[in-house]
């Protein structure tokens, strides 16, 4: 397209032509043809650019007659053909073996370095000489006021010239070549400043000290920075590599490859810049891997862009004025880029652009294997310290929330997993979390999907106690057990709070007005993905406790919940240590505060006054009633330990009909009698089921000691009577149904002693004693084998109503409203049935259940068919 001065000098040239005489239009064109001739001849000479007074003739001829535009545009026109012909044409023919990329990978080594090499000399040298012939026509050409803007802009459209042929006919593979080149020759020097570094490292390895100390060491005793000693002597040996590969590079961007040369050459420095992340990077979790990739980044692929730019004349100070917007890190050159003065804008850039992605690679390698980090924490600290700086840098915590998220539903969420693991994975998800995220904004996020989850599970409240208290409730009830044996989570929680209050500002207030003022400039608004509800980042706090009770909705289910396990815990015990129990308390008081806990610490206080009870009744107990003067049958009082509790506190506890021995019924009427005396008016009601008895089964050969629940005691004593009962007769002399005869009577039949065969009637089966079984004591040996059997373990068996069960048994109550409410209204959602309840159910007992209660229990009535739910909304089963 002309433009428009071309388009006006045109119109003149031919205004001249209609004023000239014949003679002069003659003389124009024998001048033209000579021009004609003479350029073709030039263009296509074989060296020789000696300018012919013929061809000089014929362009001040044409430019005599007004015609210097024709002159120029004809001579740019045959260059253009020229060089398409002898030129770009040959140029591409070079690479016409490698028009299969698949080749490329077969080439021998160097091979195609050589191709390039060969091919671009040979262009470079047909476009020299092209220049050359521009220049002898500006010579040519007679003098002209504006001649110098004239040669300019000659040249100028000669190199646009020289870029739009090879454009036009770039083949596909072309940028494959550059790629492969590139790649070959930046490994090679890759592989070379790596042995270098190896050396140093071992060098320093003799030293004992690692590459920090020995940097902190250089620069405080005025030494030489350890990366300008890399700069020093790597490219004082490789200077010859790296003008071989900015020779290539001026070629390329001579001909118009400008952004094509960058882009191969910057993939292939990004290419190994992904592979060097993921080598240091890998698997190993426990270090940080950060600041080796960023040193990295110094000692190889910024000191090849360094030399490269130098050597192509781009390493323009980056204080001069012409230097644009200035980078941060331009403010510490000596730093970031050892041995020069101050960097160059284009070398600021290619380091911002490096280590962007050096960030963003390693933070995507780190959120792929989050969930495995997360199972190593607190190991993995290093790992989630390093994604957290990368996060700052790259402000993509949408993507760690949206990969996390989907791996925690793939591979915690599901029905393999037990309620435990999840659990615990969560506890962790938050203390890692809450190092990348203190404000707790994307926590929020991640945390919903497992809360969500863990609310459908029946055992989630269970086993949040188990794992708050250590274990308290979680023995099964087992006597010797006293208690966790480390750290519960509750007290690394509270150590987590304390050095967290000691080490942050206070949120409530700030006395400080500057400190206020701080805050106030250093303000964000929270990220799109931050629940509005939960309040500002400046005030938010991530709570681990908080957020675990926050599964359950309620911390007075919690509370219930820690009071079964701990009665269940008490009412087994076979002594009075309660100080793990008491720590727990103490620590749960201080999250939950005192009144909640109230009934607990009475429980405990039970256990207490029991001791101390237990012992003045047997310090003021008859000398003949201790052990001296008792007869065969008679049971020492030394041997009981009584639990005394006080039952409107304590939770519902499992009441059954027990027969015991006649010994120890008198025993226990004793020692009622005795607490009366000392209590009045307080009267004993003994729990014969609960608690531990110690026995000691002599046989011929042998004692053996076992623990166990009352009933088991009372079954094997039995036998001491006769060495055979039926089922019948020796669930009506203990005072226990059949099958509950059936169930406890297991236990002996494992261990060997006792043997179970059919009677008569088939449902009467008959136990005998296998072995010969001298006595029954109640008092501990010191001799023989020792077994205990905690009570229930081996059915299920409880001695505190489970809160599950204590709730059905409350809800009870409310079952007639519901049923009638849904008479009278045909259909109810879950949220309109709660506030019902709690609108009319004011009368004793009032209605104070939590929305998750109210839903347990009709889901109850669902699998009873006294209910149906469609859609959301409860009918009754027709």
Same mark, same amino acid.
């Given at each position: 397209?002309?433009?428009?001065?071309?388009?006006?000098?045109?119109?003149?040239?031919?205004?001249?032509?209609?004023?000239?005489?014949?003679?002069?239009?003659?003389?124009?064109?024998?001048?033209?043809?000579?021009?004609?001739?003479?350029?073709?001849?030039?263009?296509?000479?074989?060296?020789?650019?000696?300018?012919?007074?013929?061809? $000089?003739?014929?362009?001040?001829?044409?430019?005599?007659?007004?015609?210097?535009?024709?002159?120029?545009? *004809?001579?740019?026109?045959?260059?253009?053909?020229?060089?398409?012909?002898?030129?770009?044409?040959?140029?591409?023919?070079?690479?016409?073996?490698?028009?299969?990329?698949?080749?490329?990978?077969?080439?021998?080594?160097?091979?195609?370095?050589?191709?390039?090499?060969?091919?671009?000399?040979?262009?470079?040298?047909?476009?020299?000489?092209?220049?050359?012939?521009?220049?002898?026509?500006?010579?040519?050409?007679?003098?002209?006021?504006?001649?110098?803007?004239?040669?300019?802009?000659?040249?100028?459209?000669?190199?646009?010239? $020289?870029?739009?042929?090879?454009?036009? +006919?770039?083949?596909?593979?072309?940028?494959?070549?550059?790629?492969?080149?590139?790649?070959?020759?930046?490994?090679?020097?890759?592989?070379?400043?790596?042995?270098?570094?190896?050396?140093?490292?071992?060098?320093?390895?003799?030293?004992?000290?690692?590459?920090?100390?020995?940097?902190?060491?250089?620069?405080?005793?005025?030494?030489?920075?350890?990366?300008?000693?890399?700069?020093?002597?790597?490219?004082?040996?490789?200077?010859?590599?790296?003008?071989?590969?900015?020779?290539?590079?001026?070629?390329?961007?001579?001909?118009?490859?400008?952004?094509?040369?960058?882009?191969?050459?910057?993939?292939?420095?990004?290419?190994?810049?992904?592979?060097?992340?993921?080598?240091?990077?890998?698997?190993?979790?426990?270090?940080?891997?950060?600041?080796?990739?960023?040193?990295?980044?110094?000692?190889?692929?910024?000191?090849?862009?360094?030399?490269?730019?130098?050597?192509?004349?781009?390493?323009?100070?980056?204080?001069?004025?012409?230097?644009?917007?200035?980078?941060?890190?331009?403010?510490?050159?000596?730093?970031?880029?050892?041995?020069?003065?101050?960097?160059?804008?284009?070398?600021?850039?290619?380091?911002?652009?490096?280590?962007?992605?050096?960030?963003?690679?390693?933070?995507?390698?780190?959120?792929?294997?989050?969930?495995?980090?997360?199972?190593?924490?607190?190991?993995?600290?290093?790992?989630?310290?390093?994604?957290?700086?990368?996060?700052?840098?790259?402000?993509?915590?949408?993507?760690?929330?949206?990969?996390?998220?989907?791996?925690?539903?793939?591979?915690?969420?599901?029905?393999?997993?037990?309620?435990?693991?999840?659990?615990?994975?969560?506890?962790?998800?938050?203390?890692?979390?809450?190092?990348?995220?203190?404000?707790?904004?994307?926590?929020?996020?991640?945390?919903?999907?497992?809360?969500?989850?863990?609310?459908?599970?029946?055992?989630?409240?269970?086993?949040?106690? +188990?794992?708050?208290?250590?274990?308290?409730?979680?023995?099964?009830?087992?006597?010797?057990?006293?208690?966790?044996?480390?750290?519960?989570?509750?007290?690394?929680?509270?150590?987590?709070?304390?050095?967290?209050?000691?080490?942050?500002?206070?949120?409530?207030?700030?006395?400080?007005?500057?400190?206020?003022?701080?805050?106030?400039?250093?303000?964000?608004?929270?990220?799109?993905?931050?629940?509005?509800?939960?309040?500002?980042?400046?005030?938010?706090?991530?709570?681990?406790?908080?957020?675990?009770?926050?599964?359950?909705?309620?911390?007075?289910?919690?509370?219930?919940?820690?009071?079964?396990?701990?009665?269940?815990?008490?009412?087994?015990?076979?002594?009075?240590?309660?100080?793990?129990?008491?720590? +727990?308390?103490?620590?749960?008081?201080? *999250?939950?505060?005192?009144?909640?806990?109230?009934?607990?610490?009475?429980?405990?206080?039970?256990?207490?006054?029991?001791?101390?009870?237990?012992?003045?009744?047997?310090?003021?107990?008859?000398?003949?009633? +201790?052990?001296?003067?008792?007869?065969?049958?008679?049971?020492?009082?030394?041997?009981?330990?009584?639990?005394?509790?006080?039952?409107?506190?304590?939770?519902?506890?499992?009441?059954?009909?027990?027969?015991?021995?006649?010994?120890?019924?008198?025993?226990?009427?004793?020692?009622?009698?005795?607490?009366?005396?000392?209590?009045?008016?307080?009267?004993?009601?003994?729990?014969?089921?609960?608690?531990?008895?110690?026995?000691?089964?002599?046989?011929?050969?042998?004692?053996?000691?076992?623990?166990?629940?009352?009933? *088991?005691?009372?079954?094997?004593?039995?036998?001491?009577?006769?060495?055979?009962?039926?089922?019948?007769?020796?669930?009506?002399?203990?005072?226990?149904?059949?099958?509950?005869?059936?169930?406890?009577?297991?236990?002996?039949?494992?261990?060997?002693?006792?043997?179970?065969?059919?009677?008569?009637?088939?449902?009467? *089966?008959?136990?005998?004693?296998?072995?010969?079984?001298?006595?029954?004591?109640?008092?501990?040996?010191?001799?023989?084998?020792?077994?205990?059997?905690?009570?229930?373990?081996?059915?299920?068996?409880?001695?505190?109503?489970?809160?599950?069960?204590?709730?059905?048994?409350?809800?009870?109550?409310?079952?007639?409203?519901?049923?009638?409410?849904?008479?009278?209204?045909?259909?109810?959602?879950?949220?309109?049935?709660?506030?019902?309840?709690?609108?009319?159910?004011?009368?004793?007992?009032?209605?104070?259940?939590?929305?998750?209660?109210?839903?347990?229990?009709?889901?109850?009535?669902?699998?009873?068919?006294?209910?149906?739910?469609?859609?959301?909304?409860?009918?009754?089963?027709?």
């Amino acid at each position: 397209m002309a433009t428009e001065e071309e388009a006006t000098s045109l119109v003149r040239n031919l205004g001249i032509l209609d004023t000239l005489s014949d003679d002069s239009i003659q003389e124009i064109v024998g001048s033209y043809n000579g021009f004609c001739a003479a350029t073709e001849a030039l263009l296509n000479g074989t060296g020789d650019l000696s300018v012919d007074p013929e061809f $000089v003739d014929h362009v001040h001829g044409l430019c005599k007659h007004g015609l210097r535009s024709l002159v120029r545009d *004809h001579f740019l026109r045959a260059l253009e053909e020229t060089f398409e012909k002898n030129g770009a044409s040959k140029f591409w023919r070079h690479f016409d073996a490698y028009s299969n990329v698949a080749l490329l990978c077969k080439t021998r080594e160097g091979e195609v370095e050589q191709v390039l090499c060969k091919a671009l000399e040979d262009i470079c040298l047909e476009k020299l000489y092209k220049e050359n012939c521009l220049l002898s026509l500006v010579h040519a050409l007679p003098s002209y006021r504006d001649q110098t803007s004239e040669r300019a802009r000659l040249f100028s459209t000669y190199q646009l010239l $020289v870029s739009s042929v090879l454009m036009a +006919t770039l083949p596909r593979h072309f940028s494959e070549i550059l790629h492969w080149y590139f790649k070959g020759r930046l490994e090679e020097l890759s592989t070379i400043m790596a042995g270098e570094l190896n050396g140093d490292s071992e060098s320093q390895e003799k030293d004992d000290m690692d590459l920090d100390e020995k940097s902190k060491l250089a620069y405080r005793t005025g030494e030489m920075d350890i990366d300008e000693c890399y700069h020093q002597v790597r490219f004082s040996e490789n200077n010859k590599l790296v003008k071989n590969i900015g020779k290539v590079v001026r070629d390329l961007r001579n001909l118009g490859f400008t952004s094509v040369t960058e882009d191969a050459y910057a993939s292939v420095i990004f290419l190994l810049l992904k592979a060097k992340v993921h080598n240091l990077a890998g698997d190993d979790y426990r270090s940080s891997v950060l600041e080796s990739i960023k040193r990295w980044i110094q000692a190889v692929p910024l000191q090849f862009l360094r030399a490269l730019l130098a050597y192509l004349g781009d390493s323009v100070s980056y204080d001069s004025p012409s230097s644009g917007q200035k980078s941060p890190l331009a403010s510490h050159p000596s730093s970031c880029y050892p041995g020069i003065d101050t960097p160059s804008e284009g070398l600021v850039r290619w380091q911002l652009r490096l280590e962007y992605f050096a960030y963003e690679t390693l933070q995507d390698l780190r959120i792929a294997k989050l969930f495995e980090i997360i199972v190593d924490y607190p190991d993995s600290s290093p790992a989630i310290e390093d994604l957290k700086q990368c996060l700052e840098y790259t402000g993509q915590h949408s993507k760690l929330v949206e990969s996390f998220i989907s791996a925690l539903r793939y591979r915690l969420l599901t029905a393999g997993a037990s309620t435990n693991d999840i659990l615990h994975q969560y506890v962790s998800t938050i203390k890692a979390l809450r190092t990348i995220d203190p404000a707790g904004v994307f926590l929020e996020a991640v945390g919903e999907p497992i809360r969500d989850y863990l609310r459908g599970r029946k055992d989630t409240i269970k086993c949040i106690v +188990t794992m708050l208290t250590g274990g308290t409730g979680g023995t099964g009830g087992n006597p010797n057990i006293s208690g966790n044996t480390g750290d519960c989570l509750l007290e690394e929680l509270n150590r987590d709070e304390e050095s967290q209050e000691n080490t942050s500002v206070d949120d409530d207030f700030i006395t400080d007005e500057k400190q206020a003022w701080i805050d106030a400039l250093r303000w964000e608004p929270d990220p799109a993905e931050a629940d509005p509800s939960k309040g500002s980042r400046n005030r938010r706090k991530v709570d681990v406790l908080g957020m675990i009770v926050g599964i359950i909705g309620s911390k007075d289910q919690l509370v219930n919940e820690y009071r079964v396990m701990l009665a269940e815990k008490l009412l087994n015990k076979s002594d009075y240590d309660i100080d793990s129990d008491i720590r +727990t308390l103490e620590l749960l008081k201080i *999250h939950f505060g005192e009144s909640s806990m109230q009934k607990c610490e009475i429980m405990l206080n039970d256990l207490i006054d029991s001791k101390r009870t237990n012992t003045n009744i047997k310090a003021t107990i008859q000398p003949s009633q +201790t052990g001296a003067e008792l007869g065969e049958n008679a049971v020492s009082m030394d041997i009981l330990d009584a639990t005394i509790i006080s039952s409107n506190f304590w939770p519902t506890i499992q009441d059954e009909a027990l027969n015991v021995p006649d010994p120890v019924e008198k025993l226990l009427s004793d020692y009622a009698k005795r607490f009366n005396e000392i209590k009045t008016p307080r009267k004993l009601l003994w729990k014969k089921n609960l608690g531990t008895v110690k026995l000691e089964l002599q046989f011929e050969d042998r004692a053996v000691q076992f623990t166990v629940a009352p009933v *088991h005691a009372a079954i094997i004593m039995k036998f001491q009577e006769q060495t055979s009962w039926t089922s019948k007769s020796l669930a009506a002399a203990i005072g226990i149904p059949v099958d509950t005869l059936n169930r406890r009577i297991n236990f002996w039949i494992s261990k060997g002693i006792l043997a179970e065969s059919l009677g008569a009637d088939s449902s009467d *089966h008959v136990f005998t004693l296998m072995e010969g079984m001298i006595e029954t004591s109640k008092n501990s040996g010191n001799s023989g084998s020792s077994e205990d059997l905690v009570a229930g373990d081996e059915d299920g068996e409880r001695s505190v109503v489970s809160a599950e069960d204590q709730l059905r048994k409350e809800m009870t109550v409310y079952e007639k409203f519901i049923m009638g409410m849904l008479t009278n209204f045909g259909s109810m959602a879950l949220d309109r049935m709660h506030n019902t309840l709690k609108m009319f159910c004011v009368a004793d007992p009032p209605y104070d259940k939590s929305l998750q209660q109210l839903q347990s229990f009709l889901s109850g009535l669902v699998s009873e068919d006294k209910l149906e739910l469609r859609d959301g909304m409860y009918f009754l089963k027709k």
